[in-house]
Structure formats: C-alpha cells, structure tokens
T-cell receptor
Framework: DGGITQSPKYLFRKEGQNVTLSCEQN?????MYWYRQDPGQGLRLIYY???????QKGDIAEGYSVSREKKESFPLTVTSAQKNPTAFYLC??????????????FGEGSRLTVL | GIQVEQSPPDLILQEGANSTLRCNFS?????LQWFHQNPWGQLINLFY???GTKQNGRLSATTVATERYSLLYISSSQTTDSGVYFC??????????????FGKGTKLSVIP
C-alpha cells in the first residue's frame, strides 16, 4: 500500500544529542513537509521541500536540519541547538511540486522525548 | 495576520448525537482540508474540499469559499469519532507566497 512511513515512533534522547527522524513516502509525491506539534496545539511548519536537493525553512526551523537527496526521503535532524525538542513530529507530502497546491497526506508521527 | 478560527474549541456529545464543526478563514479559502487526529496522534484525511459539498458515510463537509468558511457535519456520532478535528488551507501571505495555516482544532469527546 502507498503511504508515508515515519520512524521511529517513539524516541528518547539525552540533552545535547542530535537525533534524526526518518520519513519515507512511496506515493511519488514531489513535496514533503515536517511539522511539530506540542500538546494541545496545532501544527507548526519546520521545513518543506518542493523538489529533490532543495528545501526551505518554515516558521520554526531553528535547531533543525533536513536533507532531500531522494524524492522518497526527507529526514529531519533535531540538533542540540533546539532548546525545547520534546514534541510530536509529523511528516507530510503532497503530489504537486508547488507547495500547498495539492492534498496533504501525513505519516503516523514520531514522538521525541528529551530526558 | 492570517487566521483560521475553529469552533467550538471543545465539544462533548452523547453517542448518537449530531454535530457541526466550523472553520472561519481571514482570507480566501484554497485547497481546504479537514483532518481527524486520533488519540494516537495520527492525522487522518477526511475531506479535500476547496468548495462545494462532499459526503463520506456519516460525515459531510461544505465549503463556501467566497464567504471564507467551511463546515464539517458528523451525524450519529460514535465513540471512535473522538479526537481533534483540524481544518487547514493555504492562505496568501504576501509576496506571491502561501502559508499553510492550521486551525487550533476542535476537541470532540463522544461518550457512550
């Protein structure tokens, strides 16, 4: 079945460590996104990518980094510079390369806890 | 600024009741979607509805783009309908760019 796979679902890390969250899609979508959700809140955009080897910062990019070496993959690294990394992270994709012109689909999310 | 307002913020229903959730936008609506976030956090696509009305089982949605609002109807609610409902649309943010804007959600609790 086509879809978006995020891993790991749950992750614990110590302060000062970098951690990478995986996002893979087999929908042949051009655009991919990373969102952060805090308890009781809506979603905030971290980074997005419209095509391979290109990505743009969203509203809260500080302390995060991404890469888009393959169309199917858009990993997110939460660096030690992120002051409050404990959150629920959601990856999404849409078919069209122009951002937000198509229907969004989400992965199941990754829940990161910093100890 | 760009705003998406959802109402009500919280809703408690007896199983079997009907409800209407509303989403108001500060700008023209474009590519509007409704999602249901289940208790495990997964966002499930309900409707992709830039305009008009769509139905899917007990759920239906209507978007009136010119009046900048969308409605989600849930009929004969079930406990599995519990969760948070989000509406989202890309709204023009100036300089030729759009910003995908989420509402804060409506938290629905359906009790047996």
């Amino acid at each position: 079945d086509g879809g978006i796979t995020q891993s790991p679902k749950y992750l614990f890390r110590k302060e000062g460590q970098n951690v990478t969250l995986s996002c893979e899609q087999n929908l042949n979508h051009d655009a991919m996104y990373w969102y952060r959700q805090d308890p009781g809140q809506g979603l905030r955009l971290i980074y997005y990518s419209q095509i391979v080897n290109d990505f743009q910062k969203g509203d809260i990019a500080e302390g995060y980094s991404v890469s888009r070496e393959k169309k199917e993959s858009f990993p997110l690294t939460v660096t030690s510079a992120q002051k409050n990394p404990t959150a629920f992270y959601l990856c999404a994709s849409s078919k069209e390369g122009q951002v937000y012109t198509g229907e969004l689909f989400f992965g199941e999310g990754s829940r990161l806890t910093v100890l | 600024g760009i705003q998406v307002e959802q109402s009500p913020p919280d809703l408690i229903l007896q199983e079997g009741a009907n409800s209407t959730l509303r989403c108001n936008f500060s700008d023209s609506v474009n590519n509007l979607q409704w999602f249901h976030q289940n208790p495990w956090g997964q966002l499930i696509n309900l409707f992709y509805i830039p305009s008009g009305t769509k139905q899917n089982g007990r759920l239906s949605a209507t978007t009136v783009a010119t009046e900048r609002y969308s409605l989600l109807y849930i009929s004969s609610s079930q406990t599995t309908d519990s969760g948070v409902y989000f509406c989202v649309s890309p709204l023009y943010s100036g300089a030729g760019s759009y910003q995908l804007t989420f509402g804060k959600g409506t938290k629905l609790s359906v009790i047996p």
